[in-house]
């Protein structure tokens, strides 16, 4: 092998994200592969471009299996680290491979086919149309006619769509909306850490116990319904695959319903173009994954033995991350307007949801949920604006979901 390893200054990682275009693009400009370091001074490589990292996420000598990280076994990562829950969630299809992966990943597939996702249009109409009868209501009782349009829309229609598809009861909602806003942040003190991770697993747990008591049709039961019938799925595996189809099924729609509006708004001339029916919805879902990829970094890849990557090499036994805001505006995939936002691009090639093996099992229902919410809130508030300038609107302290702490907006 002739490539070596860089010698390039790490680029640590913002854990308060002030700055992730800026931050993109200074990953994007380290090549293909740059050195890193996460919050918690723990050193991993990031992949930055399209093309190498379409290849690495197919290439079988990156797994998913922690034990092969060097400083995992050397015992240089805390059990209370931050991001350990995103390292080390659990078994499930995130965190395994071969055999086992494809078994678990068949589960949720059965359960996300389009046809069945196409079935729940008429409950996501149903939920969207009652979440903007209540925006009328807040923004009555509002001085200015302001509501945060992301707290009162953007997040509770996911949740409720992945509450109906996993069978978890809406009076669970807030709760959990506390335990995975620690669960993401960079932020939660390590006292805090191994607490909410047991406290989230005793919820899915309550939920499995309860589809176990119950039945109903719902993915949760489906999957209590396979382990029984010789698939061999084991109360750990169901309880993570019950938490991480939650937390995938609503962070990565809330980003994406808010960073379309976000990026309408500020580009009048793109939403008129949509609003008169010139483009389509869908190239303004697209462009938004691209453009303002709900994903930031996803979290956590192994090497089994030295992979060369644009003439550099990541060792054996290293980490690796997966840079999707750098790697949405490449310029050698998207041109030299990559840096723009275009609903007219063609064609939008992007990898925001993932590639191979483990692309999201989900991205059909989070394009449906986006593709039945924003038409209906720009028909019903035409002139919808940002009540504050977008220079003001803040990231939360999340290495994972390009994640706004609010979105303030004027619907008239």
């Known amino acids: 092998m002739t490539a070596e390893p860089t010698v390039a200054e790490p680029i640590p990682l913002d854990p308060f994200v002030t700055d992730l275009d800026g931050e993109s693009a200074r990953l994007r400009a380290a090549g293909p592969l740059a050195r890193v370091v996460l919050p918690g001074d723990v050193p991993v490589w990031a992949v930055t471009h399209h093309a190498e990292a379409r290849e690495l996420l197919t290439d079988k000598r990156l797994v998913k299996d922690i034990n092969v990280w060097g400083a995992w076994r050397r015992g240089e990562i805390p059990p209370d680290w931050p991001l350990i829950g995103l390292a080390n969630p659990g078994r499930s299809m995130l965190t395994v491979d071969g055999e086992d992966h494809r078994r678990l990943r068949a589960l949720v597939a059965q359960a996300l086919t389009p046809r069945r996702v196409e079935r729940m249009r008429e409950r996501i109409t149903e939920l969207t149309n009652g979440l903007l009868d209540e925006l009328d209501r807040i923004a009555a009782g509002d001085p200015g006619g302001t509501v945060d349009l992301k707290a009162a829309f953007a997040y509770p229609l996911p949740m409720y769509v992945i509450s109906d598809l996993m069978g978890i009861d809406p009076a669970d909602h807030p709760r959990l909306k506390v335990l995975f806003e620690k669960f993401f942040s960079t932020q939660t003190p390590p006292e805090e850490v191994l607490a909410t991770l047991g406290e989230l697993a005793g919820m899915m747990a309550k939920v499995v116990a309860a589809r176990r008591a119950e039945p109903g049709d719902d993915l949760t039961s489906a999957l209590i319904a396979a382990s029984e019938d010789g698939d061999h799925l084991d109360d750990e595996e169901i309880v993570s695959t019950l938490q991480l189809m939650v937390a995938a099924g609503h962070e990565t729609t809330i980003s994406l319903i808010v960073n379309a509006v976000v990026n309408l708004s500020t580009h009048p001339e793109q939403r008129e173009l949509v609003r008169s029916g010139q483009v389509g919805w869908d190239a303004v879902i697209e462009e938004t994954l691209r453009f303002s990829t709900p ?29 999707y805001g750098a790697i949405g505006r490449d310029e050698r995939q ?9 609903v007219t691009r063609s064609p939008i090639r992007h990898i925001s949801f993932g590639h191979g093996p483990h692309v999201c099992p989900g991205a059909a229902l989070s394009r449906l949920e986006a593709g039945v919410a924003l038409p209906a809130l720009y028909e019903r508030f035409p002139g919808l604006t940002l009540a504050v300038p977008a220079s003001d609107l803040r990231n939360k302290p999340v290495l994972t979901q390009n994640d706004l702490f609010e979105l303030p907006v004027r619907l008239a």
């Not at 998207?334 to 275009?342: R, S």
């Open 295 to 323: 994903t930031s970094h996803v979290l956590i890849r192994f090497a089994t033995e030295d992979v060369e990557v644009g003439g550099r090499v990541l060792p054996a036994g290293e980490a690796l991350i997966v840079s």
């Open 334 to 342: 998207h041109g030299p307007t990559a840096g723009v936002f275009d």
